[in-house]
């Protein structure tokens, strides 16, 4: 049986973390530059009236909080 070649795909998501911050401070941090300069970065929006809580089942079921159940207003 022969399979198709499948995509490997790392994730890496630092809650609260703009890369804005975090760029300036990337020569304490090697390894995490050393992943990010090697891959595909991206900043992810999200509304500034909810808490995270919300937020990453949301990026992760592709779905709005109404369908997931998960929503927390601050």
């Known amino acids: 049986m022969h399979y198709p070649m499948l995509s490997l795909v790392l994730l890496i998501g630092l ?3 703009d890369l804005y ?3 300036p401070r ?3 941090l ?3 530059r050393r992943l990010l300069s090697a891959g595909v970065v991206r900043r992810l929006d999200s509304p500034g009236n909810v808490m995270s809580a919300c937020v990453w089942p949301t ?3 592709a779905s709005h909080p109404g369908e997931h159940g998960q929503y927390f207003p601050i």
Do not use: I, K, R
């Open 26 to 28: 990337m020569g304490l």
């Open 30 to 32: 090697p390894n995490l």
């Open 59 to 61: 990026f992760f079921t």
């Open 21 to 23: 911050h975090l760029e």
């Open 15 to 17: 809650d609260s973390v």
